[in-house]
Nanobody, 124 residues
Framework: QVQLVESGGGLVQVGGSLRLSCAAS????????MGWFRQAPGKERDFVSA????????YYADSVKGRFTISRDNTKNTVYLQVNSLKPEDTAVYYC?????????????????WGQGTQVTVSS
């Protein structure tokens, strides 16, 4: 069982930055692939980024490449998402997720555990 708690969201202007954090409970955090997804009002939950257990394999959605950076600190049971050069279309609730037996990191149904989400709002 893993419990995930996101933080770091907020209201930011176009071009601004935020650092999202996702703190995990339990002693097995390092054995989970971690992902970030986002969901805008009236839209489906979309893949943003994922990182493998050791942090040396990373994936990004095309829409965020070059602007977002995922990282993890297994000593702190935390995964981060640095979001830079924010655009209005980045406005969404951002969720972190954890999973072990993942064949397709971009599919939300592959992840077993989810946080409650943190709101990111980008004003123009």
């Amino acid at each position: 069982q893993v419990q995930l708690v996101e933080s770091g969201g907020g209201l930011v202007q176009v071009g601004g930055s935020l650092r999202l954090s996702c703190a995990a409970s339990g002693r097995t955090f390092s054995s989970y692939l971690m992902g970030w997804f986002r969901q805008a009002p009236g839209k489906e939950r979309d893949f943003v980024s994922a990182i493998n257990t050791s942090g040396d394999t990373i994936y990004y959605a095309d829409s965020v490449k070059g602007r977002f950076t995922i990282s993890r600190d297994n000593t702190k049971n935390t995964v981060y998402l640095q979001v830079n050069s924010l655009k209005p279309e980045d406005t969404a609730v951002y969720y972190c997720a954890a999973g072990r037996l993942i064949n397709n990191y971009a599919r939300s149904d592959q992840y077993a555990y989810w946080g409650q989400g943190t709101q990111v709002t980008v004003s123009s």
